[in-house]
């Protein structure tokens, strides 16, 4: 054996090791801005349908424009429509940007998948929801107004919740799994 | 035309190639001639390296250009330890990550990636790498291999198992190890699942190297065999082999099949989607091998613990036919009871009961082996050492994991604890304990032939030892406990109340990263202490 194997077998398993964590450290796509979330004394429930012609393409308001306010968790409930792959992408501005998205996150392409994205805004502004992968079609304004004070104990009301009145609005059957079984249909 | 540096720099990269080339060439030429001495040295390749398969063999990085089979099983095993450590590293950051029920310094993403790197690396780069470099060194030697052919094959393959590990250490997959179908198909680059393709790649040429690996250990063994040990006297280590052997090819093929289409459903979603009711389809292809690769981990060291304890206990081994036949039926029947797996899938319940039913069924051949080992050891006299520390500490695990194995082998138990730390608990208790602990043991065991006749500091060796067991025995029993009480496993934060097991189970994990480092430094330390012991060691004189 040479002098030199022992010592490089040890630098090179160290150095193997200490890489790697510092690679798997490094996440793919930036680093994350969850820690810029705002401070919320409230919630408010926002119900969206992802399909590729457009947010809640069925209802009679595609692509709703969101009246919403700052210090609210903002919990999105986003229903796949069409098993094609979706994003739920927020950025900041009117215009969609993929660069300085504060958010996004897939939605699995199974219907009836529901994904759920929480996000509290600290200040007002115009910002952007849209899908990266539908870009033309799937894109909304989130217009966030301030609160005077972000002590509220009740509940907000929303200045524009989304409601569904329309017609033709078909409400989405409840997904059978394909795992929810009789248990005691073998044996009938 | 004028002088052109383009040209220049190109020629002169030529040109150092070619000298590296021959270098290479010549250090390896002069490293066979040191070895043979002049006249093994103008052998024809396959006799030299059949004379070299059957000499003792130190560590060197000359083993990364020769192809006999030493050589190749001393490039798996320094392949399998870094990978180990990597792996390792990973692991522990995940502990310390859960210290807190928010998570403290990973990111959900970050954890994924952890996990799946974990759990990819130590299975397929460390449990079956260190599997596949003791076979590689000890089975020439173990059945008196008459024509060690095939060395190009087995290099190619070794290499291909390398470039696999590097494009799972790279993909920065975050599917966990199974890949299961919504998971590996996430979008961008923030978002779960990056460059699963890549992983899957890496997972492909893991399978075909093993299985690669697997025919020509198959060929060793009943081709190439010296005709001095007939089939009904061969070491039991080789019978652990072609159970192992039989079960790789009979049930990695089928994996391979599934990330084939994996990898074109990522392309083109036709195949595992979920909408299409076909997302059971790959987990049922998925666990085909997916529950063998565990058993894969283990025989082997089976058959290892079989060719040690005797040694140390000073009498036969208590039944080599119970050894035999122990070691075929697990082959048999660990082949049928991947359904445990996928008991809250929807198998339905007459396929649930059936599969409960083999996995019970599975323990009886495991029990055999523990009954066997205990009888040896009742009926000779321990002597105790490290390896053998390792030896007793690893049948304790065993029989430990074993039985909370059968336990969530009940349909009804694994409703409750089915994606909890029980789990979790339940395969670590093996995998640390038996598989890794005689791997290591089986190193302790060749390390003055690795090392050129220096002897391993025991004491540090037994610091090792016990911060393995005793760090094993924190976290895995801990995780039991909490895995009863609903702790969720694959998950970067945790409930409140289940702070006390992920504190204890990370103080565990600290424990046993402690004792490998311990390994580590005691390896090189060692390694430049006096040469004082003779080469031999109990696992190659087998042959002599």
Known sequence: MRKSTPIAIFVVVILAAGGSFIWFMEQPGGPSTAGTQGSYNSTQLIVLYANALGWDYNSSHPNPTLYEKTHVLLEFKVIEQDNLPHTFTINPGPNESASNAILSVNIPPVTGTVTWVNWSFSNPGTFTYWCEVHPETMVGLLVINATTSNTTNASVAPSAPFTCTCANYQPQPALTPFFIRDVNEEFR | MGFSFELALFGSTIAIIAIMGFLLYYFAADYRRNLLGDAGSTLPKIESNTMLSRMKRELSFSAFIMDDSKSIGIRYLLLSLALFFIAGLAGIGMRISLWFPNPTFLTPVQYN????????????????????????????????????????????????????????????????????????????????????????????????????????????????????????????????????????????????????????????????????????????????????????????????????????????????????????????????????????????????????????????????????????????????????????????????????????????????????????????????????????????????????????????????????????????????????????????????????????????????????????????????????????????????
């Open chain 2, 113 to 544: 990636i952890l996990l799946t790197a974990h759990g990819t690396l130590m299975l397929y780069g460390w449990a079956t790498g260190s599997i596949l470099g003791i076979t590689y060194y000890l089975l020439p030697s173990s059945i008196r291999l008459k024509k060690d052919s095939l060395g190009a094959v087995s290099s190619v393959m070794f290499w291909m198992f390398l470039i696999g590990s590097l494009f799972l250490i790279f993909s920065k997959s975050t599917a966990s190890w199974y890949f299961y179908y919504p998971l590996v198909d996430q979008l961008t680059a923030a978002g779960g699942g990056t460059f699963s393709y890549a992983a899957l790649i890496g997972v492909m040429l893991i399978l075909l190297a093993t299985v690669t690996s697997c025919i020509i250990f198959l060929k060793m063994i009943f081709l190439d065999r010296d005709k001095s040990i007939p089939i009904s006297r061969l070491p039991l280590f080789a019978w652990s082999v072609v159970s192992t052997s039989f079960l790789i090819i009979a049930s990695a093929p089928i994996s391979m099949i599934a990330d084939g289409f994996l990898i074109y459903d990522l392309i083109n979603p036709i195949f595992f989607q979920g909408a299409n009711g076909t997302a059971l389809g790959y987990a049922i292809m998925f666990w085909f091998w997916g529950h063998p690769i565990v058993y894969v981990a283990i025989i082997p060291a089976f058959g290892l613990i079989y060719e040690l304890l005797p040694r140390f206990t000073g009498n036969k081994i208590f039944s080599y036919r119970a050894g035999v036949l122990s070691l075929l039926l697990l082959m048999v029947l660990s082949g049928m009871v991947w359904g445990h797996h996928l008991f809250n899938s929807g198998l339905g319940t007459a396929w649930d009961l059936i599969f409960s039913t083999t996995s019970f069924i599975v323990a009886i051949p495991s029990a055999m082996s523990v009954f066997n080992w205990i009888a040896t050891m009742w009926t000779g006299r321990v002597r105790i050492n490290v390896p053998m520390l390792f030896i007793i500490n690893g049948i304790i695990d065993f029989v430990i994991g074993g039985v909370t194995g059968v336990m969530v082998g009940d349909v009804g138990v694994d409703e409750l604890v089915h994606g909890t730390y029980a789990i979790t608990a339940h395969f670590h208790f093996i995998l640390l304990g038996l598989t890794t602990g005689i791997a290591f043991a089986a190193i302790y065991v060749l390390f003055p032939t690795l090392t050129g006749g220096r002897k391993y500091n025991i004491p540090m060796a037994k610091v090792h030892f016990y911060l393995t067991s005793i760090g094993t025995w924190i976290m895995s029993g801990f995780w039991l406990v909490g895995g009863f009480a609903g702790m969720p496993r694959r998950v970067a934060g945790y409930f409140g109340i289940f702070q006390t097991y992920q504190d204890a189970a990370a103080i565990g994990g600290v424990i046993l990263g402690l004792g490998y480092l311990v390994f580590l430094v005691n390896f090189l330390y060692s390694s430049y202490g006096p040469v004082e012991a003779s080469t031999d060691n109990i696992l190659e004189e087998v042959a002599a």
